[in-house]
Each structure stands twice: as structure tokens, then as C-alpha cells.
């Protein structure tokens, strides 16, 4: 289990840090190269408010409905796995300097990230879903910041019941979530196109 979520979240950062970089998002947002005009464009609308993750995701199946479905699916998981990533900076801030056994740290840490990425993200919402000239089809999903810190809290209140330690009952992801939120907006937009 400690195994797939590193490898996950490794995924995730290399995919955000590896994508060609290059701006056309809302307020200068990074964005992974290769998205059709009609993305950016959408991310640009939608990105007027601070707060937003953005994860996008295309398929190209047998026909437009199955090519729907995936592209939103595979955006969502993108968005799952950003959010994953993000909650854990918050976890590791809120654990940073005790001096504590850190093995209840990385339990915690490994049973939040567990919980999020089998969340469904309520609140994650379809900022766009179009095709391009080819007949793949992209979905650009977001979620608010606001909806990231209650999934996370959720999570965190599952977890908290398996350990009982003041550590993490503390945790509140509203603490974490400004800075937090500020590293991934400073990050390309990711982008899932595989299973």
C-alpha cells in the first residue's frame, strides 16, 4: 500500500515537472504542452477566482459517448492524484519538527492519501468537455479549495479513528491549505490521457 501511494504521488510530480511547460492558462497558470486552443481558453475563463485545481484529461475510443466517459474519468483521476500530492505537503507540514515516533506520521500520512484517492471529490466540477479535429475528446475538471480541504478533513477524520494520537487529531487541512495551495498553482496543469 506504501508502495502504490509513493509511486503515485512520484507519478504525479513527474508528470507536472517533466510536461513541456508553457503558459496560455488563467493569470499565467503553466499548463502541459499540447492542449487544443479550446482548453486553454476554458482554463483562462474559469481560472477568474483564486482557489481552483485543475486536472485534464482526453480519450479517443469507438465512439463519442465511451470517449466522454474516459476523459472525464482520467481527468479526475489526475485531479485525485494532484489532490493526493497536495494533502500529503499538508500532512508533512503539520507533522514537521516532532520529535515523536514518525512511523504513526507515515501511517497517517499513507491511510489520508488511501481514503482521497477512493474519494469520489464531491464538488470536483466540468469546466470543459470538447473534441478536437482528430475525435479526441478533453475534459477539464476542477475543484475549489475550499471543497479540497473538506475532502482532505474527511479523510483525515477516517484516519484519525484508526490512531489515537493528539498529533493527528490536530490535523485540520483548513491550516495547511493556503500554503499548500500556493506550491500547486505554481505547478503545470496536469494531464492524464493513459489508464
Request: glycine share 8%; with cysteine.
Amino acid at each position: 500500500m506504501k508502495k502504490i501511494l509513493v509511486v503515485l504521488s512520484l507519478l504525479t510530480v513527474v508528470i507536472m515537472v517533466a510536461s513541456c511547460a508553457s503558459s496560455g492558462g488563467g493569470k499565467g497558470r503553466k499548463t502541459a504542452g499540447g492542449f487544443p486552443q479550446f482548453v486553454l481558453d476554458a482554463i483562462k475563463e474559469a481560472d477568474t477566482t483564486e482557489g481552483l485545481m485543475f486536472a485534464v484529461g482526453s480519450a479517443k475510443m469507438g465512439n463519442m459517448s465511451q470517449s466522454m466517459t474516459y476523459s472525464t474519468a482520467r481527468a479526475r483521476r489526475e485531479l485525485s492524484r494532484t489532490l493526493v500530492t497536495v494533502v500529503d505537503d499538508m500532512i508533512l507540514d503539520h507533522f514537521a519538527g516532532s520529535e515523536n515516533d514518525s512511523s504513526m506520521d507515515t501511517g497517517f500520512q499513507e491511510d489520508v492519501g488511501l481514503l482521497l484517492s477512493r474519494s469520489v471529490l464531491r464538488g470536483s466540477r466540468i469546466t470543459t468537455q470538447n473534441s478536437d479535429a482528430t475525435g479526441r475528446v478533453w475534459t477539464v475538471v476542477h475543484l475549489s479549495k475550499n471543497d479540497a480541504v473538506a475532502e482532505a478533513n474527511d479523510a483525515a477524520s477516517q484516519a484519525k479513528k484508526k490512531r489515537k494520537d493528539a498529533r493527528t487529531e490536530a490535523f485540520n487541512a483548513l491550516n495547511y491549505a493556503d500554503k499548500a495551495w500556493n506550491g500547486m498553482t505554481n505547478k503545470p496543469i496536469p494531464h492524464n490521457d493513459k489508464d
